[in-house]
């Protein structure tokens, strides 16, 4: 059956998350190595990439014929993962051009993330955290709906396996990919 919704837009009358300090011991950890199924079909470990990489964390990408979770857009934060996926594939190649690779980060199963990618013709890999391992070797905030536990929105840009800086919260997250590139923009490299 079709969503009465629209995932590709944000409702008007989202809650806004605030800031709830529960990212702020992040600025400065090293990764921890935890190696990530992708949808590429192989294990990444974030601790061990040399350079700049942006990961965005997010609750869960929906699917055009399955409805949310009841109460989902009443949770502050949680709509707007496909929005927000979408963006970072729009401006993949201006994050390529500063010499940032990108990675999207879910508690969802692979397939699920694969059908996503797929769908949303993801020029970057999305990398499975079922078994909440990187969440809880990093202490990100998370929250629980119907048995499940999901990472809250929050965009990390990693440094050589240290955590640089954190977006969060991220609010509207339709807008996160152009704040990154501002944020990176700012403090680009000499070559």
């Known amino acids: 059956m079709p969503r009465a919704d629209n995932l590709y837009e944000l409702p008007s009358d989202l809650p806004v998350p605030v800031d709830d300090g ?3 011991h992040l600025p400065g950890m090293r990764m921890p190595a935890v190696a990530l199924p992708s ?19 997010y609750p869960r990408t929906g699917k ?9 857009n009443e949770i502050p ?20 051009a500063q010499g940032v690779r990108v990675f999207g980060l879910s508690t969802q199963s692979t ?17 499975s955290d079922a078994h909440l391992t990187f969440v809880r070797a990093l202490r990100l905030p998370s929250f629980a709906l119907e048995g499940r536990t999901y990472v809250k929105r929050l965009t990390l840009v990693i440094d050589d396996g240290v955590i640089e800086h954190v977006f969060y919260p ?4 339709d807008t996160n990919a152009g704040e990154v590139i501002r944020w990176l923009s700012a403090r680009q490299r000499p070559a």
Do not use: N
């Not at 949808?39 to 964390?57: I, K, Q, S």
């Not at 055009?64 to 989902?72: I, L, R, V, Y």
């Open 22 to 24: 529960a990212c702020g």
């Open 39 to 57: 949808t590429a079909g192989r294990f990444v470990d974030l601790a061990g990439l040399r350079g700049r990489t942006v990961l965005y964390c």
């Open 64 to 72: 055009p014929d399955e409805p949310s979770p009841p109460g989902w």
């Open 77 to 96: 934060g949680a709509r707007g993962c496909t929005p927000q996926s979408c963006a970072f594939r729009d401006r993949h190649g201006e994050l390529q």
């Open 111 to 127: 397939a699920d993330q694969r059908e996503a990618a797929i769908r949303l013709r993801l020029p970057y890999e999305l990398l």
């Open 170 to 173: 991220v609010f509207p997250p």
